[in-house]
């Protein structure tokens, strides 16, 4: 492959944009970067030159927790989000029924109850009353909420007088619905799809989670697909909900797809009321949410791993869930001492101060997702009440507490446009601008960028390879359309990839005869 040099863009080093650098790319790798005499000199005459004015030059960008698999058979499905009440949703399902054979599953996502005006969610006589010949089953935009029909229960071999059904509960008519609409070349082609458009955001790395408790399980081999026919334009680093069988080390790959770890998903979702929290919920007195496993087979599913060299990811989103996850943490590392890579906790959208000190303690990798803040303005304090909403999506108080934080869309519950996702951060605030939760936990813009470039490599234990413009680094990169160091987070909202590479190869721009991915 021919050598590349980019000239003229103001270049992100990790903690501060610098002007006059350059970078040169050889080979799938950044070969220089510097000073833009040096980096020229060490081109030669005959390298190919790409010449900016001012825009900004990022380490691509990582999403670095995401249902991808899932996010993309959902983009062919019937997307419920632009319904805000009930009679809406059961309208959309009546149109979307109008395009399918009566034997094809009507698969549903994305529906948002928190704010119905008619104070309740769908049930299975809802949908009954619609009266057709399909099998229905719709999904709550968490994930962890699924309703059926009776004609889908039936087929599922599920009884339920609701057709709610909550975390686990679901699988048996996820995997009936997954049988009857995707085939596997339909998911391949869903996934190139889905990929392509990450990309496209200048995502360059993604962490996906599978889960197939929940219906939402990754394929690596899909994956493996792509990269041979070179069609991938981007890095996996996946982890699932089960061990591997042979057993697999955190980061077997070839530098494109690997298997990453194991997660554990300790509790549901707030939205869904099933986030275990110490005390009840604040609109439902009677419900305290659930624990998904017994702190034993916690404890047994971490040793089980860390024997086997495997970095385990933990799903907190409700306080007493987070207790639970540390709890046999800190069992676990008194017995054996800290692994290799520390563990990840994912969400943190309870954690109280006491559970802060003690993540710092640990050195736990954290996840979390800016977008929850404003999808979650309206439904939160609801939930929680005044007294525990000091405690809710503080990842500045994380952040200074010394813990490594990395950002993530948590796709298909919120969007993967990762600039979105940096003004979230950066401004706490409904999409409006008229709400905003806690300003004093807001993030500058330098603070923001690691958590989307070097610290999802470190998480990952690629620190030296990934998440930097550096010599010897992957040439994973993104080139914006203008500088955005002087930009307020709602004006990086709207910014766009201009060019985005990965591996030195082009998935997103037109350059002369550049290297690019196969579409």
Known sequence: MDSLLITGGTLWNGSAFLQKNALLISGGFIAAAGPEEEVRSAAGRTCRELCLEGESVLPGITDSHIHLATWAKQQTLLDLSPARTLPEVLSLVKDGAEKLPPDRWIRGWNY??????????????????????????????????????????????IESETGVLLEREGIPALRAMEQNVFSRPA?????????????????????????????????????MDLRREGSLPLRIFSYHDALP???????????????QGLKIFLDGSLGGRTAALTSPYRDDKFEEGRLNWTDEEVYEKLRSAREKGIQTLLHAIGDRALDQGLRCIERLDGEFGPPRLRDRINHLMVCRPDQRRRLAALG??????????????????????????????RWRSLWKKGLVLCASSDAPVESVNPWQALRDLMERSSRDGTETLAPEERFTLAETLPLFTSNPARALGQEDRLGHLAPGFFADLVILDRNIAPLTGEEIAAVQPRYVFAGGILSRGEFADWPRFER
């Open 112 to 157: 948002n109850d928190s704010h119905w005006p008619e104070g309740r969610s769908i049930t299975k006589s809802d949908l009954d009353g619609l009266g057709l010949p399909h099998p229905i089953l719709l999904q709550r935009v968490c994930t962890h909420v699924n309703v059926a029909d009776s004609r889908a229960l039936a087929l599922s071999g």
């Open 187 to 223: 998911l391949r082609s869903a996934l190139k799809k889905a990929c392509f458009e990450l990309a496209s955001w200048g995502i360059t790395c993604a962490h996906p989670c599978g889960a197939l408790d929940y219906g939402m399980e990754e394929d690596l081999a899909l994956y």
């Open 245 to 259: 069988s042979p057993t697999l080390s955190t980061g077997f790959g070839d530098g494109w797809v690997h298997y």
């Open 364 to 393: 736990l990798f954290c996840d979390i997702q800016p977008a929850f803040v404003p999808s979650d303005l309206n439904m939160a304090e609801s939930r929680l009440g005044k007294a525990r909403m000091p405690w809710a999506y």
